[in-house]
């Protein structure tokens, strides 16, 4: 994927399959039915790489509690994590990122189109986020 990004993997390559859907049973906010999925950062809402900010920690928890999912994201760039395989359930993704003054920042699957906004960061507010999502 030399000088691509997993949505735009440049000439010949396929994008990465999308995994992340929005939740149908209501009880996250997104599910994947298939992990582990890789999460980007990004500078704008058409997904370009981020500049103004980077990941700095990313945790997944049980749904609702501050008890840490079996698996944790180990791999974790400026501005990508894989989100590891997890049991069955609903996790919250706990984002932290490093910024600029007044960045704002959003997360996306990186992945092909349609990729759904998973949540965004204004930094003027917090450098911290998250979203939850359903592993079926």
Known sequence: MSGGTPANPGAGAAPVP?????????????????????????????????????????????????TPAPNQPSELTNTTCKLPSQPAGCYDVQITVLHTPGAVGYVYEACGNPAFQLCDIDTSNSPNTSFSLRVV
């Open 18 to 66: 999308c995994k992340i859907t929005p939740d149908p049973s209501g009880q996250c906010e997104f599910q994947a039915g298939d992990m582990p999925v890789t999460i980007q950062l990004c500078e704008d809402t058409n997904r370009t790489p981020a500049t103004s900010t980077r990941f700095y920690k990313v945790e997944m928890f049980v749904h609702n509690s501050m």
